[in-house]
């Protein structure tokens, strides 16, 4: 569970495994077409994951590429015990955007369901949202927009 990866965080509040893989598709995988979308080498994701899970130093420079670390993520995130958005908030999510017309309502319904979230999950939620927004304005090289990030992400997000 993300709670229990507290101790192992960054100063913004997200597990170390999950900031040094933005911070290296930041650096290396902005432009990379078809980012999150092409699936990484299924032995270098075992062995990456392997390293983290035993603690062990990873160095995603020289012991992963792109498609892997992008998948790793990915899998991360679908793993987590508990989504990101547990399934209490994943209901008042539905209820809130059920209706067609967007209001001021389902604005201050929206950031009433984000406060309830776990501090971790909301650490987290805040930072892939920028990182993925950072990704969308690169989408004219990687084809990702943010249809294409909500469609892949979706699904580890929301169980």
Request: hydrophobic residues 40%; glycine residues 6%.
């Amino acid at each position: 569970p993300l709670e229990t990866l507290i101790e192992d965080t960054t100063q913004c509040g997200v597990p170390l495994l999950v900031t040094q893989m933005v911070e290296y598709l930041e650096v290396f995988g902005l432009e990379h077409v078809g980012i999150f979308r092409i699936s990484g080498s299924v032995n270098r994701i075992k062995e990456l994951k392997q390293k983290y899970n035993q603690g062990e130093q990873v160095d995603l420079v020289n012991d992963g590429d792109v498609d892997s670390v992008a998948s790793l993520l990915k899998l991360f995130l679908k793993e987590l015990p508990v989504a990101v958005f547990p399934d209490n908030i994943c209901s008042g999510l539905l209820k809130t955007f059920q209706g067609t017309e967007q209001n001021d309502n389902q604005e201050n319904n929206l950031k009433q369901l984000l406060s309830c979230l776990p501090k971790a999950h909301q650490n987290l939620f805040q930072f892939l949202s920028a990182f993925l927004l950072k990704v969308a304005t690169y989408s004219a090289v990687n084809f990702m927009t943010l249809e294409n990030l909500a469609t892949v992400f979706g699904p580890a997000l929301f169980k």
